[in-house]
């Protein structure tokens, strides 16, 4: 069975960082392998933060995350982690991990609470 697990969310002010970690496992995954960051914030619909393709190692990153948020892997772990800088009150959010192959999203963790506030 596939479990998706994340850690490290938690409260910071802002302009403070965070580091979170998710781990998949369970079986091993074909080359077309994502792993991908998503977050919903209170009363919004959940949307994409960060992803790699784990094959080649391309990170795409939302237009908010881009230059604040670093995402990276321990390929040895199968281990994604996001590292977030600059935050700020409106990046509060849970946070969740995805695992998919081939363009498809399809086991999700159960997400981590990020809190950005004074």
């Known amino acids: 069975q596939v479990q998706v697990v994340e850690s490290g969310g938690g409260l910071v002010q802002p302009g403070g960082s965070l580091s979170l970690s998710c781990t998949a496992s369970?079986?091993?995954?074909?080359?077309?392998?994502?792993m991908g960051w998503f977050r919903q914030a209170p009363e919004k619909g959940r949307e994409f933060v960060a992803q790699?393709?784990?094959?080649?190692?391309?990170?795409h990153y939302a237009d908010f995350a881009k230059g604040r948020f670093t995402m990276s892997r321990d390929t040895r772990k199968n281990t994604v982690y996001l590292q977030m800088d600059a935050l700020k009150p409106e990046d509060t959010a849970v946070y969740y991990c995805?695992?998919?192959?081939?363009?498809?999203?399809?086991?999700w963790g159960q997400g981590t609470q990020v809190t950005v506030s004074s």
């Open positions: 995805a695992a998919g192959e081939a363009g498809s999203y399809t086991y």
């Open positions: 369970g079986r091993t995954f074909s080359e077309t392998l994502i």
């Open positions: 790699i393709v784990w094959s080649v190692g391309n990170i």
